[in-house]
Nanobody
């Protein structure tokens, strides 16, 4: 069983930065691919970024050049550094861990980009 807890969300002005954290617990977490998705009001959940168990990274187009995903294996934490935030980045951000057919999600953290 894997448990994920996100933190770091909040209100930020356009152009600002936030760093989201996802603290994980459970066996063999280092063997999971981990990532972030987001869901804006009235929209479907969409992928943002992913980091594999071998540290390969992948970003959806809106995140490229602005967001950076990283993981600390010793602390079982995955980070999402977000810069140059835009109003359209406003959403609930969810962390996930995926390994084969197993998939776990956190409860989400709200990010609001507004002046």
């Amino acid at each position: 069983q894997v448990q994920l807890v996100e933190s770091g969300g909040g209100l930020v002005q356009p152009g600002g930065s936030l760093r989201l954290s996802c603290a994980g617990s459970g066996s063999f977490l280092s063997e999971y691919d981990m990532g972030w998705s987001r869901q804006a009001p009235g929209k479907q959940r969409e992928s943002v970024a992913m980091i594999s168990s071998s540290d390969g990274t992948w970003y959806e187009d809106p995140a490229k050049g602005r967001f950076t995903i990283a993981r600390d294996y010793a602390k079982n934490i995955v980070y999402l550094q977000m810069t140059n935030l835009k109003p359209e980045d406003t959403a609930v951000y969810y962390c996930y861990a995926r390994r084969n057919v197993l998939e776990y999600w956190g409860q989400g953290t709200q990010v609001t980009v507004s002046s």
